[in-house]
Every structure is written in structure tokens, then in C-alpha cells.
């Protein structure tokens, strides 16, 4: 169970960490708005937990 609000989701979405990025992506309150900024993060792992958070993930992917 998540206890951040997505006004903070929002915030930690841009945090300059990946770890932090990874997280909020696979976060299943994390806004699409984010998940749309993190799906374009450099981070190799960032892009592909947005896109299990989005539901748009390719067959066999699945939230950690």
C-alpha cells in the first residue's frame, strides 16, 4: 500500500535519483500525467515500470 498523496508522487517523478524515478513508476497511485513523463526518462528501468503502471506494458510484464 502506497501512503504518498499524488501531489507528492508528482514531485518525486522528477526526482534527480533513478531508484526514486523506478519507485513512483511502478507505484500503482502514481498519476498517468507522471507516468507519461517517466515512459521519456533516460533511466532504463524508469520507461519500462511506467509502462506496467500504465497497463501498456508487453505481454509477461508485470509490477515487481
Given at each position: 500500500k502506497s501512503y504518498l498523496n499524488v501531489e507528492s508522487l508528482e514531485i518525486l517523478a522528477k526526482d534527480e535519483e533513478d531508484y526514486v524515478r523506478?519507485?513512483?513508476a511502478a507505484n500503482p497511485n502514481?498519476?498517468?500525467a507522471s507516468?507519461?513523463?517517466l515512459a521519456e526518462d533516460e533511466?532504463?528501468?524508469a520507461p519500462r515500470m511506467a509502462a506496467i503502471g500504465s497497463g501498456t506494458a508487453p505481454a509477461g510484464c508485470s509490477r515487481p
Open positions: 523506478e519507485h513512483v502514481t498519476p498517468v507516468l507519461k513523463v533511466d532504463d528501468d
